[in-house]
């Protein structure tokens, strides 16, 4: 069975630095990784999607990465903002006909 | 991506009331799904939503308790039935158009029972 991890479970960072959060599975055998985004009382909200032929995927100042070998995934955000701060979470599909496995997320709160 | 619209937002119910959500997608999706968040967890998938045949629901998860209707490939609706205050959660619609395409998410049904 897919266990995901993410780590850290919080992060605080004041406005500007460049930040990771990352992402570990415990089956190296997967479909894809996606990343999502998720503000307080919302849905969730696409980021990224990793296929398992990919080692990368990047939008604006976002950039994931995918090492199915080690079974990690990292979110780079480059020059964090305020609007940043939101809880992002790490989901895994093993195959083309499975469902997601999410982790438990990383809460990010970016001071100004 | 695909619009999804998930009706209602929020409520607040009666111990013992059902209550049924509504997820509306501006486009034929092969896929969708619900899932459900308890306060401070991540998501839990309840079941996939199949066009025109019964709902395959996931470990813990009931039909009884969640029935799940989807009479075509941009609607599907799940119901909470005698809820109960652990059914306090928010409810979440996805759906996805297959071929390795990324799952989408509506913003949610926020449900307080009690």
């Known amino acids: 069975k897919q266990e995901v991890t993410q780590i850290p479970a919080a992060l605080s960072v004041p406005e500007g630095e460049n930040l990771v959060l990352n992402c570990s599975f415990t089956?190296?055998?997967?479909?894809?990784l996606q990343w999502f985004r998720q503000d307080p009382g919302k849905g969730l909200t696409s980021l990224l999607l990793?296929?398992?032929?990919?080692r990368e995927q990047t939008s604006g100042r976002l950039n994931a990465s995918l090492d199915k070998s080690s079974g990690r995934s990292t979110l780079y955000i480059a020059a964090s903002q305020p609007g940043d701060s939101a809880t992002y979470l790490c989901?895994?599909?093993?195959?083309?006909?499975?469902?997601?496995?999410f982790g438990k997320g990383t809460m990010l709160l970016v001071s100004p | 991506s695909a619009v999804i619209s998930q009706k209602p937002s929020r409520d607040i119910c009666q111990r013992g009331t059902s209550l049924t959500i509504q997820c509306q997608v501006d486009?034929?999706?092969?896929?969708m799904f619900w899932y459900r968040q308890q306060p401070g967890q991540s998501l839990t998938l309840i079941a996939t939503?199949?066009?025109?045949?019964?709902?395959?629901?996931e470990s813990g998860f009931v039909i009884d308790k969640f029935p799940i209707s989807r009479p075509n490939l941009t609607f599907s609706t799940l119901t909470v039935s005698n809820m109960s205050p652990e059914d306090s959660s928010i409810y979440l619609c996805?759906?996805?158009?297959?071929?390795?395409?990324?799952?989408?998410f509506g913003d949610g049904t926020r449900l307080s029972i009690l």
């Open positions: 996805s759906v996805e158009a297959g071929g390795g395409q990324p799952q989408h």
């Open positions: 089956d190296s055998a997967i479909y894809n």
């Open positions: 990793i296929q398992s032929s990919q």
């Open positions: 989901a895994v599909k093993n195959s083309g006909y499975s469902t997601l496995t």
């Open positions: 486009s034929q999706v092969t896929m």
């Open positions: 939503a199949n066009q025109g045949s019964e709902a395959t629901y």
